[in-house]
């Protein structure tokens, strides 16, 4: 015997459209994981990917660009040293400009040796050489060619006590000096010698011994005949500058 309920349920129907079964139920998505990084995602383009540089050509970049800033210095301060004249080249360019101002000759002079020498020392321009003790025969101011222009020369002749001659000479510009050492010479680099507080040199001629001293303006010598050597040191002692004094 059906309930009341059980018969109502029998004169129940479904509504139009309503499905018969229930649609299997779908698995629950797993949520992503945290603490992973996920996938670079590439571009959707057609351009090619732009890379960073390797590690190593930037290393390599790196050192030609410091081995080119090095160069570039050493190009500069090569270029600065070759510029920039050093102390050798100034004395050059000194004493060439010093050859350059004696472009007019003087008029050749000579006065005994009793004669006030201070007259020709102002017109040779620059303190001259002069043996004290020794006997003074005579002074001449002359001037001789040399290299485009003129090289100016001031000489005391002085007589020592066995009659010898002995020249004291002064001549300018310092260059000059050559013209004392004619014909065959040789260096004597046994030993150096001084002269009025300058550095000399001894060179031995043919007929003469000459110890050479090279000033800042003016260049000296002391010539003597050969085989008077023995009173070089004595006369080397007596050798000083007079300074000329404008009348």
Request: charged letters at 20%; a neutral charge.
């Amino acid at each position: 015997m059906q309930t009341r309920d059980q018969a109502a349920q029998a004169q129940r129907k479904p509504p139009e459209g309503m499905p018969t079964r229930v649609p299997p139920r779908r698995p629950p998505r797993a949520a992503p994981r945290t603490g992973e990084p996920l996938p670079a995602q590439k571009p959707v383009t057609d351009e090619p990917e732009i890379r960073p540089p390797a590690q190593w050509k930037m290393v390599v970049k790196r050192m030609f660009a410091i081995l080119g800033l090095v160069i570039s210095l050493a190009l500069v301060y090569v270029f600065l040293l070759i510029g920039e004249p050093d102390e050798d080249e100034q004395l050059t360019q000194q004493v060439q400009k010093q050859e350059e101002t004696i472009r007019v000759p003087i008029a050749a002079a000579q006065v005994a040796g009793t004669a006030d020498l201070n007259a020709l020392a102002v017109n040779f321009g620059m303190p001259v050489l002069t043996l004290q003790g020794e006997t003074l025969q005579k002074a001449t101011l002359f001037d001789t060619a040399f290299r485009g222009g003129y090289a100016r020369r001031f000489q005391l002749h002085y007589t020592d006590a066995s009659g010898q001659t002995i020249i004291a000479e002064s001549i300018r510009p310092t260059a000059a000096v050559s013209l004392l050492a004619k014909g065959s010479v040789t260096l004597a680099v046994d030993q150096l010698y001084t002269v009025a507080g300058m550095d000399a040199l001894r060179i031995e001629g043919e007929d003469t011994t000459m110890v050479l001293a090279r000033g800042t303006d003016a260049a000296y010598a002391i010539i003597l005949p050969k085989g008077q050597e023995a009173m070089l040191t004595a006369l080397l002692k007596q050798g000083m500058l007079m300074q000329p004094t404008a009348p």
